[in-house]
């Protein structure tokens, strides 16, 4: 199970996991939110790992909002004016960084991005951190599939 589970919001509740994805969902007043996340396999680059957070890979539903939007959370600053690669299986897409997180640039992506997360093996994030380095997180797949279906079911 993902490690964050502790330093969320009490509220967060566990729904499940397959493979290498696990299943949340949140009670808020204004609503219920999901969302699947998955920690890298392997990262590499030049930079200090004591200096980094958690990263995390999320895809969050909102019920009676947003379906399946796609962000990453890096575990440190990307440098400003940069993207972030976002490759499945060879297929790259850019992404847009804001701080320690990055987003594709419309739900219409999200959903083309999804689509290929199901069908793919692995996934690779590249990111450049704000004193310049580039880091690069290995995801594996396994598992997105069913791990998608239940927060589809919890909060859609």
Known sequence: MISFMSSTNAKTKFIGTHKDWTAYSNKEKNGKTCFIASEPLKSSGKYNKSNRGKTYVFVTNVKNGTNHE???????NYKKNTKVKFTIDKNTTLLFPIDDRAWSESPKVD?????????GNKLIIEGTSSPGNVV?????????TKALALIDKNCS
């Open 70 to 76: 796609i962000s990453v959370v890096a575990g440190f």
């Open 136 to 144: 690069t997180d290995h995801y594996s797949l396994s598992g997105f």
């Open 111 to 119: 959903k083309t991005l999804v689509r290929k997360m199901k069908k």
